[in-house]
């Protein structure tokens, strides 16, 4: 089990936009993951890993979990920060 030591979350301020915060995860003190996203969908928020957009258009993970116990400990720590920082910023 991976040992998340620190979350920041920068809220997006964009008018409907589906795109609603940025995380960065730390991990163990000592490996940062950027660029997770916080998108509002259908059903409802979700988080989508770092990716790139390759040359037919796709879009891939640079670096994700490889577990759903992994994905669900950092989608529910990047959700936590993310309702932390809404209160905040007020």
Avoid: W
């Amino acid at each position: 089990m991976i040992n998340i030591t620190d979350v920041r979350v920068r809220i997006v301020k964009k008018e409907d936009a589906k795109l609603k915060a940025v995380a960065s995860i730390i991990i163990d003190d000592c490996f940062v993951v950027h660029d997770i996203k916080i998108i509002e969908g259908a059903e409802g928020n979700f988080i989508a890993m770092p990716s790139r957009k390759t040359p037919d258009g796709e879009f891939k993970d640079i670096a994700h979990p490889i577990n759903t116990e992994t994905r669900e400990l950092i989608r529910d720590r990047v959700f936590k920060a993310y309702e932390a920082t809404l209160k905040q910023e007020g």
